[in-house]
């Protein structure tokens, strides 16, 4: 079946670092444009990232830019989030997905379970 998993979510400090991955099974990622996005509690889902697979272009949430980094390893079958200088803010239940472009949207087909960033002192 295809699959999407979600991985490398912890509890981190302020000022620390995680890099999420995403990893699929049954398709091959670079097929695809991935988008992360996280959902807080009572909160509704944000868009946060996205890699395109056309031209690699990226997006980033103002609120992340600067901090986070979506990249590709095609030898893997993985994208990553690399989640530098993290704030209380960003704790999160983190997800990836796929869609033909990348959009804003949550038009995306597959979807991963989700791993839990917490940002706490």
């Known amino acids: 079946q295809v699959q999407l998993v979600e991985s490398g979510g912890g509890l981190v400090q302020p000022g620390g670092s995680l890099r999420l991955s995403c990893a699929a099974s049954g398709f091959t990622l670079d097929y695809y444009a991935i988008g992360w996005f996280r959902q807080a509690p009572g909160k509704e889902r944000e868009a946060i990232s996205c890699?395109?697979?056309?031209?690699?272009?990226?997006y980033y949430l103002d609120s992340v830019k600067g901090r986070f980094t979506i990249s590709r390893d095609n030898a893997k079958n993985l994208v990553y989030l690399q989640m530098n200088s993290l704030k209380p803010e960003d704790t999160a239940v983190y997800y990836c997905?796929?869609?033909?472009?990348?959009?804003?949207?949550?038009?995306?087909?597959?979807w991963g379970q989700g791993t839990q960033v917490t940002v706490s002192s």
């Open positions: 890699i395109s697979s056309s031209d690699g272009s990226l």
């Open positions: 997905a796929t869609a033909e472009v990348c959009s804003w949207s949550d038009s995306y087909r597959y």
